[in-house]
Nanobody
């Protein structure tokens, strides 16, 4: 399984960015991030069909996760970016029937495959 994340960059507070993650197949997908000196944390996830989405409270209302199943690609649209959004963003994936239950979308340990990460830096 290959996951290729892209779209990171340096922006100013209030700007927008869209991250992409191209997968080698169709999976349940999530985005996580890790800021310097901090543990990796959940950002957003999307179900296999795309019909259900899940967000961390810190990004709810600002970030939107979506997917294009024809392209096996998931997107993270990030609006109203804040300096505290600065981190390396990782896309992650798991097989459709690996685990069942909405609680597992939030759990890093329940993702089987990980991309290489893309840096997002938000200046104040």
């Amino acid at each position: 399984v290959q996951l290729q994340a892209s779209g990171g960059g340096l922006v100013q507070a209030g700007d927008s960015l869209r991250l992409s993650c191209a997968a080698s197949g169709r999976y349940i997908m999530g985005w996580f991030r890790q800021a310097p000196g901090k543990e990796r944390e959940f950002v957003a996830a999307i179900s296999w069909s795309g019909g259900s989405t899940y967000y961390a409270d810190s990004v709810k209302g600002r970030f939107t996760i979506s997917r294009d199943n024809a392209k096996n690609t998931v997107y993270l649209q990030m609006n109203s970016l804040k300096p505290e959004d600065t981190a390396v963003y990782y896309c992650a994936a798991r097989e459709r029937y690996y685990v069942s239950g909405s609680v597992y979308y939030y759990q890093e340990s329940k993702y089987e495959y990980w991309g290489q990460g893309t840096q997002v830096t938000v200046s104040s």
